[in-house]
Structure formats: structure tokens, C-alpha cells
């Protein structure tokens, strides 16, 4: 097991993390973390920031795991106790990062400025989901955790309110149906509730047209030696080609569907497969002739969901802790301060939205909380099964 690996072994793998995270209680052992993450990077903090870092460190997980803890059955307190556990690890990621000198006291000062986010109802009769939009503020929490997440575009962050008077166009502002568009562990049901396509790829490499093209270049290599290869050599090009399947996870996912969307993949086709009787729609990915091609497209997977690629929003943006965070902060701004919108959510002509939400939040405690333990540890987590193939020896 690689040192950037953390190897965890249980059968329940929620009550597992909820565990690891309570050892970061100790201040003792969250200032250990905070030690070897400097020694790990061969970075030097004085001491006086360490401790400081370890107090706000155990006392911001304590929070989390608080809010955490509260086992209500309704939907609205669910979204609340997840929203702020949510808020209280995105501010341990920031007091635990050793590239700052941040202590809680210094990351208190920017949550006194606000959330760093804000909401623009303008929704219709009959069109909420379209019409609940967010967007980010130029203060706040927020807006200093995307520093820190490495998001620097001034563009993207708005200083004043929006007015509803005023063309939400000239603004950098996201529907609520977008955002939940981006989640990709939705990507599977988001049509059936809210009848549009996900703006998620679930995609993979195309075994077959990686094959057909090597076997042609083989054959040209034959050719040019005047001999039978079995094989040509390997590309020496700077830039690359692999040949990459997309699998549709709606019937309207056409290929002029993804021909609109920002993607690194073209040249799209279908491919009709005689062996499954299905369709699949194949591309091109062009990438620098590094490593394995995997590493070249920014791509996400989860215990809930397939290798997938997430439409960037804003053109730039693909990290699903922050689309999670802001539809977590929307979703509970309708729950504090529109109830007559929430009752159509819940009981009203809205209770398809009802239905995604329910969804969504039955997955969000399985994905989050290890996702932000990775972050604040800077460690990848593998878990093992007692008795499985990879569990302890």
C-alpha cells in the first residue's frame, strides 16, 4: 500500500469513516495529521500554527460530526444537519491544509461575512426547478474556499446581490436543474424527474476501436517493412488519439446532444453491436502521449455511480464536492425561507423534485463524508472487507 493510501478494514463502511473522523477530535492527533502532512510535502510551519491548526481542526469536526449525528426522519432536517456537517469539514479542509497559515479564528472571519453564496428566485406557475437559480458571492466562506480549491477567475464571483429586475444573462448564475444535472450518482434517474438529460458522460475506452485502429496500423507497419509485424510500434507523437465509448443513460443523450456540450471528446459516431443488439455512440479523445490516457480527462467515479466526466460549469468548475455543496446550500435556503415552495416539493405539483431530493439525500451521506476525508487527510481511503481478497493477511 502506497504512503498516500489510508487502508481501512470493516464491514460497515459509513460507521468506518464516521470512526476515522472522531479520532480527528483529538487535538493531539489532528495535530499528528497536521505534522506529517508538512514532513509529507516538505513544508515548515512554526509550531504555534500547528497547535492552532489541530485545536480548529478538532473543534470543527466535533461540529460536523454533531450535525452529523442528528438522525431525523423529515426531509428538511436532513437537508439542514447534512448542509452544515458539510459546511463544518469545508472549514476543517481549510484550517488542515498545511499551504496556509489559517487557523478556525482566521476561517470564522470569512463565514462572518456570509456563506459566500446566494439564491434568485424567479420560478413561474408551473417552472420552479428552471428558475431557482445560484450563484456566487465576491465574500464568505464560499468564495474563500474556491481560492483555496484553486478557482481565481474574478468573473465568477458577483459582488452585489441580483435584483430580480435586473437580465440574469450579464451574470455567472446556475439553475437548481443544472446543478442537479451535474450530480453524477443522479445521472441515471435526473430525466425521469425532471425531464431532461444529465450533464454527465458516463464513458469508457472502445476495446473494439482501439483494436480495429492498431490492427491498421500493424498492417501499414507490414507493409513498410516488407514483413508480417505483429505489431507496430508504439506512437511517438506528442499528441495521441484514443478511441473512447460513451454509454447513454437516457435515450435523448443523441450525439447532437453531446455535440453542445463542453467535452474533450469528438468525432462522434454510432456503433451498432450485434452481440448485445444495443447502440453505443463512439468518439475520439486527443490527448498528450503521457502515461495512460486515464490520466489525461479529469473523470470521477463513486460506489453509486459509473467512471463519468462532469460538464464543467462555468466552463470550469468539474469538482462534485462543490456542485454537492452548492446544491446542498439551495436546497437548504428553500427549506429555511420558501415553505410555501417547499410544500409544493413535498406534497405539491413540485413532488417530482420531491422524489429527486429524497434520492439524492439517501446517497449523500455514503459519498460525501469519505470524499471530504480524503481532502482533509490528503489521502486516498481504501476500504477492505474482513475475509475478502484484499482485506489484511
Keep these: 500500500m502506497r504512503e498516500n493510501y489510508e ?9 468506518l469513516i464516521r470512526l476515522r473522523f472522531s479520532r480527528l477530535k483529538s487535538i493531539e492527533l489532528s495535530r499528528k495529521l497536521i505534522k506529517d502532512k508538512c514532513e509529507n510535502k516538505n513544508i515548515h510551519l512554526d509550531n504555534k500554527i500547528i497547535d492552532e491548526k489541530a485545536k480548529g481542526l478538532s473543534s470543527t469536526i466535533e461540529s460536523a460530526l454533531n450535525y452529523w449525528d442528528i438522525s431525523e426522519k423529515s426531509l428538511n432536517a436532513k437537508i439542514l444537519s447534512r448542509y452544515y456537517a458539510f459546511l463544518q469539514l469545508t472549514i476543517a479542509e481549510q484550517v488542515a491544509s498545511v499551504r496556509n497559515n489559517n487557523d478556525l479564528k482566521e476561517a470564522q472571519k470569512h463565514t462572518e461575512q456570509g456563506h459566500g453564496l446566494s439564491t434568485l ?34 468573473n465568477i464571483f458577483i459582488k452585489n446581490k441580483i435584483k430580480t429586475t435586473e437580465n440574469i444573462k450579464d451574470y455567472y448564475i446556475v439553475t437548481l436543474a443544472d446543478i442537479f444535472r451535474r450530480i453524477p450518482e443522479l445521472q441515471k434517474i435526473i430525466e425521469e424527474c425532471i425531464g431532461m438529460c444529465p450533464l454527465v458522460l458516463n464513458f469508457g475506452l472502445d476495446s473494439f476501436g482501439e483494436h480495429e485502429r492498431k490492427e491498421k496500423r500493424r498492417e501499414k507497419y507490414s507493409e513498410l517493412t516488407g514483413n508480417f509485424e505483429f505489431e507496430a510500434p508504439q506512437e511517438d507523437n506528442e499528441i495521441i488519439l484514443t478511441n473512447v465509448i460513451i454509454y447513454p443513460t437516457s435515450k435523448n443523450m443523441t450525439i447532437e446532444y453531446i455535440e453542445k456540450l463542453n467535452s474533450p471528446f469528438k ?7 450485434k452481440f448485445s443488439n444495443t447502440e453505443h455512440i463512439v468518439c475520439d479523445f486527443y490527448h498528450k502521449n503521457e502515461g495512460l490516457w486515464w490520466n489525461s480527462i479529469k473523470h470521477y467515479k463513486s460506489d453509486y455511480c459509473p467512471t463519468s466526466y462532469i460538464v464543467p460549469l462555468f466552463d470550469t468548475i468539474q469538482d462534485p464536492i462543490i456542485i454537492n455543496y452548492i446544491l446542498m446550500y439551495s436546497l437548504s435556503i428553500i427549506v429555511r425561507y420558501l415553505p410555501n415552495i417547499w410544500y409544493e416539493i413535498k406534497l405539491g405539483k413540485y413532488n417530482n423534485i420531491g422524489s429527486l431530493i429524497d434520492f439524492y ?14 481532502r482533509i487527510t490528503e489521502k486516498a481511503i481504501h476500504i477492505s472487507t474482513p475475509g475478502s481478497l484484499d482485506a489484511p493477511i
Design 121 to 154: 428566485n424567479m420560478h413561474s406557475e408551473n417552472d420552479f426547478i428552471n428558475n431557482f437559480y445560484c450563484y456566487f458571492r465576491q465574500d464568505g466562506h464560499f468564495y474563500y474556499y474556491m481560492k483555496q480549491s484553486g478557482y481565481n477567475d474574478g
Design 361 to 374: 439525500i439517501s446517497i449523500f451521506d455514503h459519498i460525501i463524508p469519505i470524499q471530504m476525508l480524503e
Design 7 to 15: 487502508w481501512l478494514v470493516g464491514t460497515d463502511v459509513d460507521e
Design 267 to 273: 468525432n462522434f459516431s454510432v456503433r451498432y453491436d
